[in-house]
């Protein structure tokens, strides 16, 4: 028995009436997924993540490879689907389906909600890192070999639990309960910061738990991959502290850390802050009416200091400001001999760039979604996003000297991947039909060439 196709009457426009009809055939809203298909052919990322997973099913009875289910659920979260439930329903798209290299008419969906969330719970320790790793090498290849110097930013943040994860635990800074990931990214010579770790810790982790463990490995790809690079670490304060000096000093590190204040510092400074006190009061004497005379004012100082647990003297900037009417100084740690104390500390200022990755991780690609009731099971997650998010670089990259060379994700996913196409197969070909008035084209013409 036959059904008609659902017919719905809407207003009519200039005396035509205006029908919708569900008789398209096969569409798409994601035609986009096909651009990050590309990208992850170019760096081979699926494939080599699929390499470290080890798969104890029987393969008489496997339907579902597990390069395809991380396809999919790398793709998902790049097109905007991070949970595993989307699946029911984007396991039939004949767009995610060809992205995961089946036909769209072959008969046979992607896997399920059950099935994902049962390969995403399988993992374990030892597949973990090896899943790190390979995404950590990949990030690190592509710097190219030339690259003079290496910019290693780490940061901290938090990530919000609703259940009962484990691992999640009440932290006080943050006033909820949480999981506190470490983000790390790369960044060479060209400025492109490159997503290269994410560590999933407790929510009671101190600031450089698992650093030492991400920043070995890391730094030894590197040096594989650019030789006659300087490497440097870049920190907040947080990591401004004697273990991670020490770590930075057994590497051969150049770094540039946050520093938190106290009354020796404080005391060091206090000329400065003489200074700048004199400089305020002759800006608000030459303009009497203006409230705000003064602010903004800044001094940088560089002076040697060594705190009770160093091994020896350090480099220290102290960057005194006046903001609105009150004294405001900043400390950062550095052993970067080639850069002024003003130099040091707007070097350091760069560091804005890993939070803004972080911020396009937790909000374009959902980074914050560990809802599974296992630890490992959600460091899996964030790997998931991790990887989605190096292929979103990957475009990125692709797109300089366009009008979309510093769009962020959320942008690039709604102007060129959310892209509704009818797919239709012919014996020898899969056609995506995009609309004609697409404004994109000459963006997805570029991007393929350069993604080939």
Same mark, same amino acid.
């Given at each position: 028995?036959?059904?008609?196709?659902l017919?719905?009457?809407?207003?009519?426009?200039r005396?035509?009436?205006?029908?919708?009809v569900?008789d398209g055939g096969?569409?798409?809203?994601?035609?986009g997924?096909l651009l990050?298909k590309?990208a992850?052919?170019?760096?081979?990322?699926?494939a080599?993540l699929?390499?470290?997973?080890?798969?104890?099913?029987?393969?008489?009875?496997?339907?579902?490879?597990a390069?395809?289910?991380?396809?999919?659920?790398?793709?998902?979260?790049?097109?905007? /689907?991070e949970?595993?439930?989307d699946?029911?329903r984007?396991?039939?798209?004949p767009?995610?389906?060809?992205a995961c290299d089946?036909?769209?008419?072959?008969?046979?969906?992607?896997?399920?909600?059950?099935t994902l969330?049962r390969?995403?719970?399988?993992r374990?320790?030892?597949?973990?890192?090896?899943?790190?790793?390979a995404l950590?090498?990949?990030a690190?290849?592509?710097?190219?070999?030339?690259?003079?110097?290496?910019v290693?930013d780490?940061?901290?943040?938090?990530?919000?639990?609703h259940?009962?994860?484990?691992?999640?635990?009440?932290?006080?800074?943050?006033?909820?309960?949480?999981y506190?990931?470490?983000?790390?990214?790369?960044?060479g010579d060209?400025?492109?910061?490159?997503?290269?770790?994410a560590v999933?810790?407790s929510?009671k982790a &101190?600031?450089?738990?698992?650093?030492?463990?991400?920043?070995?490995?890391?730094v030894?790809?590197?040096?594989?991959?650019?030789?006659?690079?300087?490497?440097?670490?870049?920190?907040?304060?947080?990591? &401004?502290?004697?273990a991670?000096?020490r770590?930075c000093?057994a590497?051969?590190?150049? /770094?540039?850390?946050?520093?938190? &204040?106290?009354?020796?510092?404080?005391?060091?400074s206090?000329c400065?802050?003489?200074?700048?006190?004199t400089?305020v009061?002759?800006?608000?004497?030459?303009a009497?009416d203006d409230p705000?005379?003064?602010d903004?004012?800044?001094?940088?100082?560089?002076?040697?200091?060594?705190?009770?647990?160093w091994?020896?003297?350090?480099?220290?900037v102290l960057?005194?400001?006046w903001?609105?009417?009150t004294?405001?100084?900043r400390?950062?740690?550095?052993?970067?001999?080639?850069?002024t104390?003003?130099e040091?500390?707007?070097? /350091?200022c760069?560091?804005?760039?890993?939070?803004n990755?972080?911020k396009e991780?937790? =909000?374009?690609?959902?980074?914050?979604r560990t809802?599974?009731?296992r630890?490992?099971?959600?460091?899996f997650?964030?790997l998931?996003?991790l990887?989605?998010?190096?292929?979103l670089?990957?475009?990125?990259?692709?797109?300089?000297?366009?009008? /979309?060379?510093t769009a962020?994700?959320?942008? =690039?996913?709604?102007r060129?991947l959310k892209?509704?196409?009818?797919v239709?197969?012919?014996?020898?070909?899969?056609?995506?039909?995009?609309?004609?008035?697409f404004?994109?084209?000459e963006?997805?013409?570029?991007l393929?060439?350069?993604?080939?």
């Open positions: 028995m036959t059904t008609s196709p017919t719905l009457e809407f207003p009519a426009v005396g035509r009436a205006v029908t919708a569900c096969d569409v798409t809203s994601d035609a997924v990050l590309q992850d052919a170019k760096l081979g990322l699926t080599r699929a390499a470290g997973v080890c798969d104890a099913r029987q393969a008489g009875k496997v339907a579902h490879l390069r395809e289910m991380l396809q999919a659920r790398v793709f998902g979260i790049a097109q905007g /689907y949970d595993c439930n699946f029911d984007l396991g039939s798209d767009g995610f389906k060809v089946r036909l769209p008419e072959s008969g046979a969906d992607l896997a399920s909600q059950p969330s390969f995403e719970n399988a374990t320790p030892s597949e973990l890192v090896r899943l790190g790793t950590l090498q990949t690190v290849a592509q710097l190219p070999r030339d690259t003079r110097r290496v290693i780490v940061d901290p943040t938090d990530d919000p639990c259940g009962q994860q484990q691992l999640a635990f009440f932290n006080g800074f943050y006033d909820e309960h949480c506190l990931p470490l983000q790390v990214t790369v960044q060209g400025g492109r910061q490159w997503p290269a770790a999933l810790r929510g &101190g600031p450089t738990v698992g650093l030492a463990s991400v920043l070995q490995p890391l030894r790809a590197i040096r594989r991959q650019c030789p006659d690079a300087r490497i440097e670490l870049r920190a907040d304060s947080g990591f &401004g502290c004697d991670v000096l770590l000093h590497l051969e590190l150049d /770094y540039t850390l946050g520093l938190k &204040g106290n009354a020796v510092l404080e005391r060091l206090a400065v802050k003489a200074r700048l006190v400089e009061a002759a800006a608000r004497a030459a009497p705000h005379a003064g903004g004012l800044r001094v940088y100082q560089l002076f040697p200091y060594q705190a009770g647990p091994d020896g003297w350090e480099r220290v960057r005194a400001e903001t609105q009417g004294y405001n100084p400390f950062i740690v550095t052993n970067r001999v080639d850069l104390g003003r040091a500390y707007e070097h /350091y760069g560091r804005g760039e890993c939070e990755r972080i991780f937790k =909000l374009d690609l959902a980074g914050g809802s599974c009731h630890f490992l099971a959600n460091q997650r964030l998931l996003h990887a989605a998010a190096l292929l670089a990957v475009l990125q990259e692709a797109l300089a000297g366009t009008v /979309y060379a962020q994700i959320g942008t =690039l996913r709604t060129l892209v509704g196409a009818k239709v197969q012919t014996l020898r070909r899969v056609w995506f039909h995009l609309p004609t008035s404004p994109g084209q963006i997805w013409a570029r393929c060439q350069r993604l080939a």
